[in-house]
């Protein structure tokens, strides 16, 4: 796969909201040891996927009218 396409998936993954540690290159199954790729190949997927992460992550822009919508992740009050 070329880095410009892995760039895309990082950054496809950015606007699903996911995070850089669900980058597909972290699982066992992609890491060097069982692809047999070298370090520096890996790395460079790594690299190419958090980069498209970023740019994606980093022009994100509030919806005109500047509201955005929060919706909580439970109901049950904090006690702190």
Request: with cysteine; aromatic share 10%.
């Amino acid at each position: 796969m070329h880095r410009e396409d892995i760039q895309k998936l990082g950054a496809s993954a950015a606007r699903e909201g996911l995070t850089l540690w669900d980058c597909p290159y972290y699982r066992a199954v992609e890491m060097p040891g069982h692809t047999g790729e070298s370090i520096a190949e890996w790395r460079s997927k790594v690299e190419a996927w958090e980069t498209g992460w970023m740019n994606e992550a980093n022009s994100w822009r509030p919806p005109p009218g500047g509201h955005v919508r929060y919706v909580p992740r439970t109901t049950a009050r904090n006690r702190n």
